[in-house]
């Protein structure tokens, strides 16, 4: 049995790994939907994704993932299979309390 996802959810998609990751799964799997959830914070830039921002299997949600109404919304909607979780804080300082 071989496993081949269908709608990719990607975390933090607008970060520079992580869009470089998205630009190349776009691009080269025009049979998978992609969809980044990025809350756009400091480490963030939208203009990352602007080679696959228009095309058909990519789609882009701003939103924080804490928010487990807006994840569940996004799994749902768009069907999501698979999820590449990227999204993180650069800084130590930011990532605990």
Do not use: W
Not at 11 to 31: K, M, R, W, Y
Not at 50 to 61: G, I, L
Not at 81 to 93: E, G, M
């Amino acid at each position: 049995m071989s496993y081949k996802p269908k709608s990719v959810m990607i975390t933090g998609g607008a970060g520079f790994i992580a869009s470089n990751t998205t630009i190349q799964l776009v691009n080269e799997h025009p049979d998978v939907t992609f969809v980044v959830l990025d809350k756009m914070d400091y480490c963030a830039n939208i203009k990352n994704l602007d080679p696959v921002k228009n095309e058909k299997n990519f789609a882009f949600v701003k939103g924080d993932i804490l928010s487990s109404d807006l994840v569940n919304f996004v799994v749902k909607r768009y069907n999501i299979d698979t999820i590449f979780h990227f999204a993180a804080q650069t800084h130590v300082d930011n990532s605990y309390h």
